[in-house]
């Protein structure tokens, strides 16, 4: 069975070069719960890193059109490499000629609770994922309530992140749209580029 990511760090420090871009290298988690985070990512291809701690390091996959409040929406993840803990908190424009090179908003983040479970029997996140499935409540600044992970049949890595039908679905909003600004700084893609320029 597929993986939504190779297990530790080793692939993203491959890619960059940490003399050049100021992503962070490393980091361990200080926290009691589990965190996530999604972060809007303006590089060649447009898209929303949703992240999730996961044994010491953030499992990845980039949603190239954000996540959806709406429980009839199936949005697209596909996997990228593991992230370190510390990416959690990273907002910033990563240099031209630097893998994924383009800013980085600090879209939402928060901690979440594993609810996965088979056969009446809790599973650990990590065994969820690697079955496929994953039953997932954030809490988050913007996303809040039950989330999906599922992978996609056939010998693709592709995955489907979809909201669940509870209190906090609604098809009427749209966050990634209406609710563009950084948890961090305010501030908007757009403006993260300005600012690392300048």
Not at 72 to 92: Q, S
């Amino acid at each position: 069975m597929g993986k939504p990511a190779s297990g530790g760090t080793s692939d993203y420090e491959g890619k960059r070069d940490f003399s050049r871009t100021p992503e962070p290298r490393g980091g361990k988690s200080g926290g009691a719960r589990p965190i996530f985070v999604i972060q809007e990512h303006a590089a060649s291809s447009h898209h929303f890193d949703f992240r999730l701690e996961v044994d010491d390091t953030l499992k990845s996959w980039a949603v190239p059109k954000g996540p959806s409040t709406d429980p009839r929406v199936k949005r697209l993840a596909v996997p990228t490499e593991d992230h370190p803990l510390d990416y959690a908190d990273f907002e910033g424009a990563i240099p031209d000629g630097q893998y994924g090179a383009g800013e980085v908003l600090l879209w939402d983040r928060g901690p979440y609770d594993n609810v996965t479970s088979k056969d009446g029997k809790a599973m650990s996140i990590a065994e969820a994922l690697d079955h496929g499935f994953a039953e997932i409540v954030l809490h988050g600044q913007k996303l809040s309530g039950g989330y999906r992970l599922q992978r996609m049949g056939g010998a693709g890595e592709d995955w489907l992140l979809i909201k669940s039908d509870d209190d906090a679905a609604d098809a009427r909003r749209n966050p990634v749209s209406t609710e563009p600004e950084s948890v961090k700084t305010g501030r908007s893609i757009g403006e993260i580029g300005e600012r690392e320029d300048g």
